[in-house]
């Protein structure tokens, strides 16, 4: 047998990005930073279209791909007018009145084997005492409006979308990505492979490339619009579809955490940043009309809106095949879950990271795409079963809340329900975003009790068990008690001009 040696692919290789919202600037910024001299990036753009201008709350991942760009952190919450996020506060949502944080970072502290909640639920049982949060720095430090960098303080961001994309513009043009200000109106494939092989504007100029990537939002010009993936509905389980948001002004304190509360048919959003506070409501359109969802978001503002309420359809879902020939789809072209958990942004970073894994050479193989969408779907999957738990595990009254209880699960999450509801084992796989700690806050601020715990919490006398969480509940709020306040902490390091 003849061995034949692997060509080097032709270079410069040409990646052409169409859409200038977060997910092509954010994709353009990390192409710029890790492919080297041998690739030319150009980003498309039309200012006539815009972009979809909210997106406003991440998520800690976030920080890994600012620091993979060596981005500053207190230049960029100055820059974004941005502020610090310390978890999800959920109000009204297992029935009015009720109120829980999905923190960031870990609760109480590691002992033996198994997870801390194990002793914990033990410990409920012994002492009739139930909050959870009790344990957590972070939460402690979100209740009391403080944050600063400690170690066990994880953390994100709120920041004005828009800046974040101008800052993450400059950063990839001043690293050699080209811009092209312009609408595409035709994309020509190939006629036996059907890859894409150039995009025209509509002044006539055409853009050729090896690999496209669609970030043209919810309308995937590439992606659907040329190459008909085909787009997997999930409003069965998430019958929210569309959304209003409208920003008003800014009080104080600054509060470090985003809040989310049920409403009638949905929710609502409050994001504080530094000049402003974005609100937002999602609902089912089945269930509440526009002009109700309108006066519920302007009846629960802090201050005056600053603008009109701006209307915003989705069907939240994924593509198909979120990769397809040589085009990857990210962000909103890629699908839409809804911000309950601050989630789209980290699915473009996601994207981003796994299309860097997966990069083509001179050709596109199958195997790599195929893995590439195999993860990206998983990581949908996972975190519409996270979402959807917010929405079935609930004593709401009214009718899209009874659908939600009342509907069949996906089987993924069912398991794991049942297995928390057993013994508090909460199962993760592969890559699954959400932490053992993530799904446990929303799991027990959803109302959900297990029966019993790992066994092996059974070792420690009851003495010792009283004893270590009195310590662990005395460290968390150490930690808290010995930070400055939020709006102190954005004074003193990162305040916008
Ligand atoms: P867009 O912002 O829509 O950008 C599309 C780009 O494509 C634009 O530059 C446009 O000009 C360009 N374009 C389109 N067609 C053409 C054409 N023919 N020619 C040339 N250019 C074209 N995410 C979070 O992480 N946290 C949140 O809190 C959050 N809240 C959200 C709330 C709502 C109601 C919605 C709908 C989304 C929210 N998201 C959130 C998601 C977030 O907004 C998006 O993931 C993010 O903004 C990325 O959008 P995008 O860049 O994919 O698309």
Redesign the pocket.
Known sequence: MREQTRQPAPLPRRIVI?????????AAAAFSRFLGEGWYVRL????????????????PQIQHFNAGLGIDEADFVRATQGSFKLGIVFADWLRPGHRYIHAFGGIGRPLGLIAFHHYWLRHCVQDGADDLWAFSATAQAAAQNRFGPAPAIAHAYHFD?SLY?AYLRRYAEARGVERIE????DVTQDSASGDIVSVT?DGGLSVEGDIFVD?????G?LIEGALNSGYEDWRHWLPCDR?L?VPCESVSPITPY?QSTARAAGWQ?R?PLQHRI?N?H?YCSDHMSDDEAARILLDNLDGPALADPRP?R?VTGKRRQIWKNNCVS?????G?L??LE???????QAGIARFLQYLPGETVDTADRDAFNAQMDFEFASIRDFIILHYHATEREGPMWQHCREMALPDSLAQKIALFRANGRIARFNEELFTETGWLQVLWGQGIRPRGWHPLADALSEADLAEFMMLAKAQASQQAAALPTHEAYIAAHCAAP
């Open positions: 169409v859409g200038g919202g977060t997910s092509g600037w954010m498309i753009e039309s200012e006539d279209i815009g972009t979809v201008g909210v997106g406003e709350a991440t998520i979308a994309a312009g609408k595409v109106v504007l970030c043209s939002g919810f309308r010009l959304a948001a985003t959003w994001i974005g937002g999602v915003l989705f990210l962000g909103l072209a890629s839409f809804e911000p601050s989630t789209s942004i980290h699915l473009i």
